[in-house]
């Protein structure tokens, strides 16, 4: 059973990723802050979910959470700053997003940046404990999930649709046989044999 708040505040932010293991495609961040009353039985870390579970709790959460906002950090931006600084700096606008300024952050993971002058804990298996970690985790991988079925129908020959950019035998074997995209993280060790790729 997860627990709805970490820190006692009412207004407590829970703050996820999604996407930072990709070869392709943006980290997406979510922050989420939910009322004292809130539960749904199919909420749960979104690696533990089916596509059709997360889809389903996407609007749950919308509609009932007092406080939410995804944030984007695109490819050119990981390249240049690095997967975990991309990671922070998500979480961190999905923060900034909010119309609510929250009393306490609850990341998941145990890297973070202080975030104004609002305390925060990191939380390692966060999403696997807390409501608001769980819900953030949702959202940010359904939001990445659509982004990357979009860009599936311009480069369809590395079927994000269905690996969402991931490090799979199929995208790989693309990469060998097609090379790169605007989307790519030029930085990634897209081929474990590291071949020279023109871009």
């Known amino acids: 059973m997860l627990a709805l708040n ?3 505040f009412s207004l407590e932010v829970g ?4 996407g930072r293991g990709c070869l392709a495609g943006p980290v997406v961040a ?3 802050i939910l009322p004292e009353n809130f539960s749904h039985s199919l909420l749960n870390d979104s690696k533990q979910l089916s596509e059709k579970n997360r889809t389903l709790l996407k609007p749950y959460i919308e509609e009932h959470a007092l406080d939410f906002a995804v944030s984007y950090v695109w490819q050119d931006e990981v390249d240049k700053i690095n997967v975990l600084q991309a990671s922070i700096a998500a979480m961190h606008r999905a923060i900034d997003k909010l119309t ?3 009393d306490f952050i609850i990341v998941d993971g145990n890297k973070f940046h202080k975030y104004a002058k609002i305390p925060h804990e990191t939380i390692v298996k966060g999403d696997a404990k ?3 970690i769980a819900a953030a985790s949702v959202l940010a991988k359904t939001y990445r999930d659509s982004y990357m079925k979009r860009i599936h129908d311009e480069f369809p020959m590395y079927n994000w ?6 490090p799979t035998k199929e995208h790989r074997d693309a990469i060998r046989k ?3 995209t605007k989307y790519h993280r030029k ?3 897209l081929l474990p044999e590291q071949l020279k790729l023109s871009i």
């Open 100 to 102: 609510q300024t929250p």
């Open 178 to 180: 097609f090379g790169i």
């Open 6 to 8: 970490y820190s006692g």
């Open 130 to 132: 807390y409501l608001s």
């Open 15 to 18: 703050t996820d990723e999604a």
């Open 30 to 32: 979510a922050a989420v």
């Open 161 to 166: 649709q269905k690996n969402k950019g991931y």
């Open 187 to 189: 930085t990634f060790r």
